[in-house]
């Protein structure tokens, strides 16, 4: 599924556009735990939370994620938007919850991933 397909799908509001719309989604996460992403989220995936910080970008761009997905109506401040914009990293925000994305985005095709260990 590419990143437009997947806005469009699941009503998503774009924070941080994506540089190409085209890039493929491999993949779904869902975490709220920083370490547990950089240790299990496969690179192509988009990561569903409720942290918007800027660690939260640093964590993508180590993992090689697709995108972040905010829930529950989080929204990032201005210095996670820049940092996010800086590095290339899509963020999408939603007032669904977690579970309703990862769902819909489940029933979507797009499946769970983790790292094999």
Not at 16 to 40: A, H, I, R, W
Not at 85 to 97: L, V
Request: net charge negative.
């Amino acid at each position: 599924m590419q990143l437009s397909e997947m806005e469009r799908l699941l009503e998503l509001s774009p924070i941080v556009k994506p540089v190409d719309q085209g890039n493929e989604v491999t993949g779904g996460y869902v975490s709220d735990l920083l370490s547990d992403v950089m240790g299990n989220a496969c690179a192509g995936s988009v990561w569903i939370t409720i942290q918007a910080h800027q660690n939260t970008v640093a964590v993508a761009v180590l993992a090689e994620l697709a995108a972040i997905i905010l829930s529950n109506g989080v929204m990032p401040d201005t210095h996670t938007i820049q940092k996010a914009e800086d590095k290339g990293i899509p963020i999408y925000s939603s007032p669904k919850s977690t579970f309703t994305l990862a769902g819909e985005l489940f029933q979507a095709g797009v499946p769970s991933t983790k790292k094999q260990t």
